[in-house]
Antibody
Framework: QVLLVQSGAEVKKPGASVKVSCKAS????????MHWVRQASGQGLEWMGI????????TYAQKFQARVTMTRDTSTNTVYMELSSLRSEDTAIYYC?????????????WGQGTLVTVSS | DIQMTQSPSSLSASVGDRVTITCRASQNISTYLNWYQQTPGKVPKLLIY???SLQGGVPSRFSGSGSGTDFTLTISRLQPEDFATYYC?????????FGGGTKVEIK
């Protein structure tokens, strides 16, 4: 079955960077987009951006444009999301989620989530 | 950015009730609208895509309708496992945006 397995929880200090991984299995990695979505505790969902694992092209939400980098490794079917200049407001669960090619973008399935805590 | 507004933000209902959740977009998004369910402590799950297409394995008591700016998620007969938070999401324009969520609680 389709499975997205993310890396473990992280604790970072303000100003640091964090890199979260998402390993895909159960489907052809390069046939689907991968999105990153975050959720602060008790809050709603916020889309961060998308990567095309086939060519590596990315589109980021403007809010994160200056601080986020999404990459992929096709040899291990893994995508990465790195967020820099962390601040306390970045404390959240970060999810990767697969999306179909085409103009209609939805998220299915989702990784289990990675809790990133930013604290001094 | 396209703003997605859900109403109500929370509701109390009983098992067997019919529940309707509304999602309104700040501009015309055609049929680029999806719905998710998130139970406490769990990962969001895709319920409906493109307004009314049921994702595989989702019970038929869930249905969606609408177009343009106004959309609806209906649960025909609420079951115990349906108590959760529901989010709408638009994919008409970037950034992709979600509604604030509707929490369905047990009455």
């Amino acid at each position: 079955q389709v499975l997205l397995v993310q890396s473990g929880a992280e604790v970072k200090k303000p100003g640091a960077s964090v890199k979260v991984s998402c390993k895909a299995s159960g489907y052809t990695f390069t046939n689907y987009y991968m999105h990153w979505v975050r959720q602060a505790s008790g809050q709603g969902l916020e889309w961060m951006g998308i990567i095309n694992p086939s060519g590596g092209s990315t589109t980021y939400a403007q809010k994160f444009q200056a601080r986020v980098t999404m990459t992929r490794d096709t040899s291990t079917n893994t995508v990465y999301m790195e967020l820099s200049s962390l601040r306390s407001e970045d404390t959240a669960i970060y999810y990767c989620a697969r999306g179909p090619y085409g103009s209609r973008r939805w998220f299915d399935p989702w990784g289990q989530g990675t809790l990133v805590t930013v604290s001094s | 950015d396209i703003q997605m507004t859900q109403s109500p933000s929370s509701l109390s209902a009983s098992v067997g009730d019919r529940v309707t959740i509304t999602c309104r977009a700040s501009q015309n998004i055609s049929t680029y609208l999806n719905w998710y369910q998130q139970t406490p402590g769990k990962v969001p799950k895709l319920l409906i895509y493109a307004v009314s297409s049921l994702q595989g394995g989702v019970p038929s008591r869930f249905s969606g309708s609408g177009s343009g700016t106004d959309f609806t998620l209906t649960i025909s007969r609420l079951q115990p496992e349906d108590f959760a938070t529901y989010y709408c999401q638009q994919s008409y324009g970037a950034p992709l945006t979600f509604g604030g969520g509707t929490k369905v609680e047990i009455k």
